[in-house]
């Protein structure tokens, strides 16, 4: 503090100084707005004015002088000196200067006159006193000090009794207990007994003493006493009254005491009317507040133990003592404790009403400590009744109840009554956080607040408030949240199993949303449990309880079982399931039994429930796999299914579940998945499973009824409630869509997100779990939805994709039930407008209501693809392929005749039964015929629907595809954007497929060709099955094995393939240019000829399957395994085929069987099934005839040209090699031939067009060729192979990585062939350098020659050589040389192959002509780029076949109509064939790098390789998909051309590679070789004659 006095003052003091102190002090004196603040400064100026003068600094006269001038400005002057003087002393005291002490002993001298000696007697040390003279012995004073305080304050005061008259108690005690109803007032008794106390010389204290135990025995006079005693007070002490008080409750703290309650109640009183204060009697009370806070720790640890025994293994011995001692100690605790007077006063506060004092109690104690007695909780609870009276009757009482008012407390301090939900908020949910679990005390308050929380919930949802009272209901509402989680939650959990309370709080908590009720569970789980010793030790038991249920609980005990989980679960719902599902997910055995032991529970439960559920399967801790990290685990598994089976059981809501899962895909993760899948199967009924049977497939083609009745392993029944609920919880949730989205979102989030560190097989397994689970849930949306729901929620397809980034298979699923249900809807409408009942009527209006509904996604699709794609299918028709399902096709009478027989069975046996009570047979019967009669309407019903598709169908088939390109790339197209997603969707979507692909060849659709179609899905499925999931290549074997099952059927007997195959434009086999498809039956494929064309195929397959095994990749092997198992009933059926196929697996079999014994047990499944069909396998001359005579007659009956008449020649030439080398070689050569053979069979193919009228000889050489082939390829093959087993090398990865930029996926793979073609060309020894050489001599001089004769040729040579084995080499030799010397004639192949004549009949200009005619046909696209024109040269090379078969005319007109057409086909060759040069020249840059890709087109290669131009033929049409019609022939043309080809190619490489070996055996080969040129010329000749002859007649 700033000094007052200034240094100045006191220098200059006589001057100015004294009258400045003097100013000042009056100043301050007179300032009396500050009263403690001037007191203060009055205080420091006197105090530093008295320093200056211990210091010295001024003299104490003139001090004394000054404040005798000061004394007088306030009345306690002297008293504040005197505090002065007191602090002065103390310090100077201090000092060991002892001037410093005189100068303050002087002042205070000269002041005495000032400040009296009392005061200073009272303030001053003794020493002081004595030196100032004020006392004479400071030691005697001290002393008499002594005595007077111990008399004042220790003695006892010894009243004189004798004085006191006992009858003034005798009065007192009768005016106090008199009666007091009358006009009595305290005021008139206070006086008598202030007379009383006079008269008789009453202790006042004792008086009150009696006052007080009066008003203890007359509890009911509130009114009189309290005004009696508070006047009565102003006569003692404040702390007189609390002393007694405390004096009566110190009477009953001896450890036999009991305090009376009376006394707790009149001390409530009291303190209630503040006539005590709560601090000056609470340290009266016993016991401490630390033995509380001790007690309450010690009861912690308690509980904390009785857990620990609880969850002890205690073996039995040990059981019967631990038994004993605990009985001990029980009856040690049994002994009373002590009297609590705190909580006795507590409960007496709460009893009267008296809030503030009993929460100020509760405050000093640790939390929930009062509350835990039970008279506390139960008075507690009582003034809450009071409290919420009023509020309780207005909205809580249930209609219909009465319930008993209750009375408010006769006391006006009590707390204010709630009227509305804002007064709870004051007081009422205060004293509810007080109460915590005890609540449980009192269940019929427990339900009045559950109901008040229902009633405010009511309002809280209406809408019609204020924007002040929403906030003011926002803060309500939380608190509503804070009780139930800290009040009410907790109170159930102590409450006996009270089920009434549970449906009561579920009341209120079912208008909570699921977030919060689940937070809440969440809380009470893991958190309320522990808040308080009596919670903990129930955890403890429940779980003990819940141990010894699930050890006994079985299938046969399951009610009893059921009724105690009941029990047990109606307080402790979270703790009870999380233990059982602990155990579920252990032993997923128990599943069933405890889903019906759950049958027991209270909605409330079933809520706790759901979240338990989720709660486990979110926990962090748990692995979602198991440690192989290839297949989910057991847990997870056990979980989903138990959701399931509960959810569809019990009513329990979704929302919760459902949005985990959503939440779940939001963060890429699709385990979880599981449980969705799990649950739509079980509440609606809805399976997925990849293992149905046809049966099943086939009746999942109907309507809903058949596919409840007959689609599903278990029949699952009851569905209807449970498939409403999980609808209503999507809808209501808005999760309908999202989940479809984000499934199919996920699916390919699946392999590049999710999969990313796991194992393959697993990321197949989630990525099947992920496609199936939308399939099954899009399934399910399309059938529970109505019409509207759907349409609202599910965007339109270009929406879905682009925006959604849907794919497309998935956006058209979802999409799908959508068209079908606003097509039927639109047609409904039509119907009722015009009532004409004509069928025609109806297929018009339902065609109309068709193009009404889809003309919007016709023009919706366009943005789904490029431009391009539809120059060659039309949106149209791709719209209706995505959009139309099995239903729509056909309907399975013979699953209806099925199940309706099924029912018919059923029936019977019910009738039969004699035990069944008569009105169950009656209710039974009566299901069954009403179920027959949906089925057999339902029938009508999707008859008349799938009438009404195929017109539609018809009408529309014409602009389907437009195939501006070719038809080979709308095939492309087709398979690319239709086929193939689709099939590999779901099993329906794969019979669909195959079904649709049959349709279209039925509807006759122009511009379709059925055999490229077939050809294309047979002919290479390597990369298809590899790049398949487990369930996709099982979808993708029912795919095939329905085609497999179409092809078979016509390969089975010549008059089905004549009816539904021989006049069809899909087995024409000259493809024409666009716009034209003759109806001429020269140009169709033949039966004979389709037979070669299924062994082709069939041939395909099996090399592929080897193929696939023989990688050792797990995913080949598993995916060829299961797709061989699916098509096993059509496939293989060929014995030699079946027998390769065979050995390959036994080797599988036992090279896996320790190290993947998963693909061990497929292997072995398929080892055995093959094994079984093997007595209904066939030889290959039963498949397809392969004898020359077969073929002559063939020839007889195509007669229309060399076409016709040479198929069967190639083909057959082709047959007889694979079955040959089936049968001589293992299954490894097989490999070599698959990769060589096969490749040949694609240029034999394309070179078909080539081989004329053949006979006996033909055939027998071309069997020679073959078997000189087959030796030379065994040996080139091996080398092959070696390049083949290296990935990179692979000539697949060759072609693609060439030409695979531009091309669409089809022509790859077209190309594929042809690279694998050319490898087999490649030059494998020096011999056939030579044999090259010679070849390009003899074919320079056989140039005049037709083609015609060669191929003859080559077939005689082929069969000489099956006859004589040792010259195949010269053989093949031979044959070469005559297809160079067809090379020589560089015209574009197919004209060359048309005159049925020998060479000598027709002349050059002729054939020239005829060459230029099939030239006309060629498709137009030839003039793209050589990349193109590979495809189109596949086509056109079909084309030209087909051409020259067309001629049904004499050879006079044939000649006319070849001039007219001469003059547009030579200008198009020559372009054409400027074209394939300048692309040859392009080819031999690309090609150049590897010695052993021969360029293809290069006309050089031509000629060395193919002899003829017919092998520009072969390198365009590059896949035996390209042009199906020859392929059979192809195959075997292949393989006789091949051997040449190989050899040509070989001579070249082997110039590269200058190996001098085996030159000698070459000089050799080559006299053999033209020997046999010379006898085949001859023959071939006159075999040409005379065929040429019979052809004439014919014309």
């Known amino acids: 503090m700033a000094a007052l006095l200034p240094a100045e003052w006191i220098k200059n003091w006589e001057k100015g100084g004294k009258s400045e102190f003097v100013q000042l002090c009056r100043a301050l004196s007179e300032n009396k707005s500050h009263d403690s603040m001037s007191f203060r400064d009055i205080q420091q100026a006197l105090y530093e004015l008295a320093y200056h003068v211990v210091r010295g600094n001024l003299k104490h006269d003139q001090a004394s002088n000054v404040l005798g001038d000061v004394i007088e400005f306030r009345e306690d002057m002297p008293s504040i000196l005197a505090d002065v003087f007191c602090i002065l002393d103390i310090e100077t005291s201090c000092l060991e200067e002892k001037t410093k002490r005189d100068h303050f002993t002087q002042l205070v001298l000269a002041c005495l006159y000032l400040v009296s000696d009392t005061v200073l007697k009272e303030r001053l040390d003794p020493e002081t006193l004595e030196s100032l003279g004020l006392i004479k012995q400071s030691q005697q004073f001290n002393q008499k000090s002594v005595k007077i305080k111990t008399k004042l304050f220790y003695k006892q005061q ?199 004092h009993a929460q100020s109690i509760m405050d000093q104690m640790p939390p929930f400590y009062a509350t835990s007695h039970k008279p506390i909780a139960i008075a507690l609870c009582q003034l809450v009744h009071v409290t919420i009276e009023p509020l309780y009757r207005r909205v809580g009482v249930p209609k219909g109840a009465k319930g008993s008012p209750i009375s408010s407390l006769p006391n006006k301090r009590a707390p204010k009554q709630a009227d509305s939900f804002e007064d709870l908020r004051k007081e009422v949910f205060n004293m509810l956080c007080y109460l915590g679990p005890h609540l449980s005390h009192d269940p019929i ?100 309880r819940a141990k010894y249920i699930m050890k006994r609980l079985t299938k046969e005990n399951v009610k009893p079982s059921g009724r105690q989980i009941g029990k047990l679960s109606h307080s402790n719902p979270t703790i009870l399931f999380d233990y059982i599902l602990s155990q579920i997910q252990k032993y997923d055995n128990l599943i069933t039994p405890v889903v019906d032991s759950l049958k027991y529970l209270t909605s409330l439960n079933y809520d706790v429930l759901a979240y338990c559920i989720i709660e486990a399967l979110a926990n962090p801790e748990k692995e979602r796999m198991k440690h192989d990290d290839t297949t989910i685990s057991s847990w997870l598994q056990s979980l989903a299914s138990f959701c399931g089976a509960v959810f569809r059981k019990y009513p329990i809501e979704l929302a919760g579940l ?15 998945l599981l449980i969705l899948k799990e649950v739509v199967q079980k509440m609606a009924g809805i399976e997925i499973t990849e293992e149905m049977t046809m049966e099943q497939l086939e009746a999942m083609t109907g309507g809903e009824q058949l596919k409840a009745e007959g689609g599903y392993f278990g029949q699952i029944r009851n569905t209807k409630k449970s498939s409403q609920r999980l609808k209503d919880a999507l809808l209501d949730h808005d999760l309908a869509l999202p989940l479809c989205l984000l499934m199919a979102q996920q699916r390919n989030g699946v392999i590049f997100q999710e999969g990313g560190e796991k194992h393959l097989k697993l990321v197949g397994k989630l990525y099947d779990q992920c496609h199936d689970t939308l399939v099954q849930f899009g399934g399910f949306l399309a059938s529970n939805l109505s019409t509207e729901d759907y349409i609202k929620r599910v965007p339109s397809i270009d929406v879905l994709c682009n925006e959604f980034h849907t794919p497309h298979d998935a956006a058209f699923f979802l999409s799908r039930p959508m068209y079908a249900h606003h097509i039927s809807s639109k047609y409904d409408e039509l119907k009722k407008a015009e009532k004409g009942n004509k069928q025609q009527h109806k297929v018009h209006k339902y065609i109309t209501s068709c193009e009404l509904v889809m003309a919007p996604v016709h023009d919706a699709v366009i943005s789904l693809h490029l431009p391009k794609v539809w120059d060659d299918i039309s949106p149209q028709f791709y719209a209706t392929f995505w959009s139309l399902t099995m239903y729509d096709l056909a309907v399975p009478h013979s699953s209806y005749d099925r199940e309706v027989n099924k029912l018919k069975v059923q029936m019977k ?51 389907w595809l437009l195939a501006k390109s070719t038809k080979n790339e709308t095939i492309t197209k087709f398979l690319q954007l239709c086929i193939f997603p689709r099939c590999i969707f779901s099993a329906i979507d794969a019979v669909y497929c195959a079904h649709f692909v049959e349709l279209v060849h039925q509807q006759k659709t122009p511009n379709f060709s059925t055999l490229l179609c077939y050809d294309r899905v047979f002919s290479d499925i390597i990369y298809t099955v590899a790049s398949c999931t487990e369930n996709e290549a099982s979808r993708y074997g029912r795919f095939l094995c329905c085609m497999l099952e179409t092809v078979t059927r016509w390969h089975s007997d010549r008059v089905i393939y004549e009816k539904e195959c021989g006049n069809y434009p899909g087995f024409l086999t000259i493809l024409r240019a666009t716009g034209f498809d003759g109806g001429n039956k020269a140009d169709q494929l033949d039966y004979e000829n389709f037979r070669h064309v299924v062994h082709k195929w069939h041939y395909k397959l099996t090399k592929a399957s080897v193929h696939c095994l023989e990688t050792g990749e797990y995913t080949h092997i598993r995916n060829i395994l299961i797709v061989l198992t699916k098509i096993l009933p059509w496939y293989p059926k060929v014995l030699n085929l079946g027998q ?159 030409d695979g930029k531009d091309k669409p996926k089809e022509e790859r793979a077209n190309k594929d062939d042809k690279v694998r073609e050319i490898k087999e060309k490649t030059p494998k020894s020096e011999k056939e350098k030579e044999k090259v050489k010679k070849e390009e001599k003899a074919s320079k001089e056989e140039k005049s020659k037709t083609i015609v004769t060669i191929v003859e040729s080559k077939s005689t040579v082929e069969k000489e050589r099956e006859k004589e084995p040792s010259r195949e080499k010269d053989v093949a030799k031979e044959m070469k040389s005559k297809e160079n010397a067809k090379g020589g004639e560089k015209m574009p192949v197919a004209g060359s192959l048309k005159s049925p004549v020998p060479r000598s009949e027709t002349s050059e200009s002729e054939r020239e002509q005829k060459r230029r005619k099939v030239d006309t046909h060629s498709s137009p696209s030839h003039s793209s780029t050589v990349k193109d024109s590979l495809n189109e040269l596949k086509d056109s090379s079909a084309k030209h076949y087909i051409n020259h078969t067309t001629p049904t005319l004499s050879k006079s007109k044939e000649r006319e109509v070849e001039k007219k057409d001469l003059d547009k086909s030579r200008e198009r060759s020559r372009e054409r064939e400027k074209k394939d040069e300048k692309d040859r020249k392009d080819r031999k ?111």
């Open 445 to 544: 308050l427990f339900a009045k607040v559950v109901r008040l929380g229902k009633a405010f919930m009511k309002e809280f949802q209406s809408d019609g408030s204020k924007q002040e009272d929403k906030e003011k209901m926002e803060i309500l509402f939380s608190c509503l949240l804070s009780i139930t989680d800290q009040v009410l939650l907790p109170s159930l959990s102590l409450m006996d199993c009270n089920a009434c309370m549970s449906e009561e709080l579920w009341g209120m908590f079912k208008t909570f949303p699921y977030q919060y009720r689940y937070r809440l569970y969440g809380q009470w789980k893991n958190e309320t449990y522990n808040s308080h010793p009596l919670l903990v030790k129930v955890k403890a038991q429940t779980i003990d």
């Open 1140 to 1298: 390769a196929l065979e050995r390959r697996v036994h080797k599988i079999c036992q090279e896996e069987k320790e190290k993947r014994p998963d693909l061990y047990a497929l292997a072995m499944g398929y080892s055995g099934q093959l094994k079984s069909r093997k007595p209904f396998m066939i030889p290959e001359n039963e498949f397809h005839h392969k004898d020359p005579p077969a073929r002559n007659a063939v020839a007889a009956t195509v007669q229309n040209g060399p076409g016709g008449a040479g198929m069967p020649t190639s083909l057959t030439i082709n047959t007889v090699k694979l079955d040959e080398g089936n049968t001589e070689e293992t299954a490894d050569k097989l490999k070599e031939k698959s990769q060589g053979v096969v490749k040949v069979t694609n240029k034999t193919v394309n070179a078909a067009p080539k081989v004329t009228t053949s006979n006996g000889n033909s055939a027998s050489n071309s069997k020679i060729i073959k078997e000189k082939d087959d030796k030379e390829k065994s040996g080139k093959e091996k080398d092959k192979e070696k390049k083949d087993k290296t990935p990179a090398a692979t000539p697949e990865m060759k072609a693609l990585g060439k």
């Open 909 to 959: 046996a019910i009738d039969d039964n004699q035990e069944m009570p008569p009105n169950k047979k009656k209710k039974e019967k009566e299901r069954c015929t009403a179920l027959q009669d949906k089925l057999l309407e339902e029938e009508k019903k999707q008859l008349e629907h799938v009438q009404r598709v195929l017109q539609r169908l018809k009408l529309e088939k014409d602009n």
């Open 158 to 356: 010894k009243f004189n009794l004798l004085r006191e008259e006992n009858e003034g108690y005798a009065k007192l005690i009768a005016e106090l207990g008199q009666d007091l109803s009358g006009n009595m007032t305290s005021d008139l008794i206070l006086e008598n007994i202030k007379s009383l106390i006079g008269c008789f010389n009453l202790d006042p204290n004792r008086v009150l003493d009696i006052i007080l135990e009066v008003y203890e025995c007359r509890p009911e006079y509130d009114d009189f006493f309290v005004p009696l005693i508070e006047s009565y007070m102003y006569m003692c002490e404040p702390q007189t009254l609390c002393h007694i008080l405390g004096f009566k409750f110190k009477f009953y703290q001896d450890p036999s005491g009991e305090t009376p309650c009376s006394l707790y109640r009149v001390a409530a009183v009291l303190l209630q009317h503040n006539l005590i204060d709560l601090d000056d009697l609470y340290v009266h009370l016993l016991p401490g507040d630390n033995a509380i806070i001790e007690e309450h720790k010690r009861e912690i640890v308690e509980a904390k133990q009785i857990v620990r025994k609880l969850t002890m293994v205690v073996l039995s011995s040990e059981k019967t003592e631990e038994k004993e001692k605990e009985k001990e100690k029980e009856e040690e605790k049994t002994e009373k404790p002590p009297d609590n007077q705190k909580l006795g006063l507590l409960e007496a506060l709460l009893k009267i009403g008296d809030w503030q």
């Open 1485 to 1595: 840059r690309d090609h150049s790098n590897s010695d052993r890709e021969v360029p293809q087109d290069s006309t050089k290669r031509r000629k060395e390789e193919n002899g003829t131009t017919g092998s520009s033929k072969h390198s365009k049409s590059e896949s035996p998909s390209d042009s199906p019609r020859l392929n059979e022939k192809e195959k075997e043309k292949n393989k006789s051309k091949s051997s040449g080809k190989e050899k040509g190619d070989s001579i070249k490489a082997e110039k590269m590679e200058k190996s001098s070996s085996g030159s000698k055996k070459e000089s050799r080969h080559d006299k053999e070789k033209a020997e046999k040129k010379e006898k085949r010329d001859s023959t071939g000749g006159k075999e040409e004659k005379k065929h040429h002859k019979s052809s004439d007649k014919h014309r």
């Open 658 to 672: 459902l949005q985990y899962v959503a939440n779940q895909l939001k963060a890429g993760k699709s385990f979880d």
